[in-house]
């Protein structure tokens, strides 16, 4: 008698632009599916922040830094599916689901067409493709670029997120233009990612037979990003004119993220901006005077950050911040 097949292992891919909220709904469907989730995270950066913020809430991640999947080719994620899959034998708990967190600026047609090869199909089952959207900034982001729309046209779930950020009549427009650009989708609404869970992993998107299009990436020109780490803690002058630095500039710095340390305070802040909003959280890690921020941006100047970024450790004064400790990837304080 023949062992029935194993049940193939399903696989929902996440994408969205720059500072969406793809992190905060992974973490989201991790706190409450109630189900073995392995993840894959790829980041635009080379600092595997995002990695980071889920890796606190679970072991099975796998990170993927070395530049957009869509780009890297196939290899890099094959070898993560692979990893996950072989972990499964190893352990005998296998993930019954895998979220692939794509970086912001990523075109997922490539990997939708990686996860849609035979060898793949064998093990794994893609279910759905979600595309996260700012619901404030959606109109400015998929003016100015151009993976944005992509990544909103090929998606069958599209989360409208950061509905808290904007009035109800700003929240139609935006779901009116995510239904102009993709009728078929399928449309939440959400704050901080909050979507029930086994209604969007459960969903089959696609048809057996689907067949992604032919690919030609576009990405926004000049996108650049530049890792700033220190070892010494930001003084409280340095603190203001990094985040002026930040909030002077929305067109340009698209994304800033990572953990710092401020002189004076006892814990690591994790700073996030998206444009010109900046939220900072205070983490359960003890100061260490150590910082590391990823920013990510058009035509950044490297060597001119670097310089502003160690300007900010001069001139030790302590700065006051809320006392609020926020679990990483929480909601922030916004300036
Ligand atoms: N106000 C508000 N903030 C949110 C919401 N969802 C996420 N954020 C915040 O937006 C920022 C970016 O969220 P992330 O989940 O890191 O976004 P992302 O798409 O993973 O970002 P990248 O990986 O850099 O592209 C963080 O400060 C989040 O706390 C929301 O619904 N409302």
């Known amino acids: 008698m023949t062992s029935p097949l194993p049940e193939r292992i399903g696989v929902t891919v996440i994408g969205g632009f720059l500072g969406a909220g793809k992190t905060t709904l992974v973490n989201h469907l991790i706190r409450t599916s109630f189900r073995r989730l392995g993840v894959i995270v790829n980041e635009f950066g080379t600092a595997g922040v995002d990695g980071q913020l889920i890796q606190a809430l679970t072991d099975d991640v796998q990170e993927l830094t070395a530049g957009c999947l869509c780009c890297t080719g196939r290899e890099d ?36 067409h990686t996860l849609l090869d035979p060898m793949v199909r064998g093990v794994f089952r893609l279910r759905s493709l979600v595309a996260v959207a ?75 037979d689907w067949t992604p299009p032919p690919v030609q990436t576009r990405h926004t020109p000049g996108l650049k990003t530049v ?59 003890k100061q260490n005077g150590r910082s590391r921020v990823v920013m990510i941006g058009r035509d950044l100047d490297a060597q001119e950050e670097r310089a502003a970024f160690a300007q900010a450790m001069d001139a030790p004064r302590a700065l006051i911040l809320p006392r609020r400790a926020a679990p990483a990837g929480g909601r922030g304080v916004r300036r």
């Open 77 to 112: 994620l094959l070898r993560a599916l692979v990893h996950l899959a072989h972990r499964a034998h190893q352990d005998g708990a296998p993930p019954n689901h895998v979220l692939i967190e794509l970086s912001g600026v990523a075109d997922p047609v490539p990997v939708l």
């Open 134 to 208: 700012d619901a404030r900034f959606l109109t400015r982001t998929l003016a100015d670029h151009p993976e944005a729309a992509l990544q909103l046209a090929y998606a069958t779930t599209v989360v409208l997120n950061k509905t808290d950020l904007v009035p109800p009549a700003a929240l139609e427009a935006a779901a009116d233009t995510v239904g102009a650009l993709n009728p078929l989708a399928r449309v939440l609404h959400a704050e901080h990612g909050h979507v029930d869970a086994p209604a969007l992993l459960d969903t089959a998107g696609f048809d057996a």
């Open 227 to 285: 890792t700033l780490e220190a070892d010494r803690p930001l003084s409280a002058r340095g603190w203001h004119d990094l985040i002026g630095r930040i909030a002077g500039r929305p067109g340009q710095v698209l994304r800033v993220k990572g953990h710092v340390s401020l002189a004076g305070q006892g814990t690591r802040l994790l700073l996030h901006a998206v444009r010109d909003v900046i939220t900072v959280d205070r983490t359960e890690e």
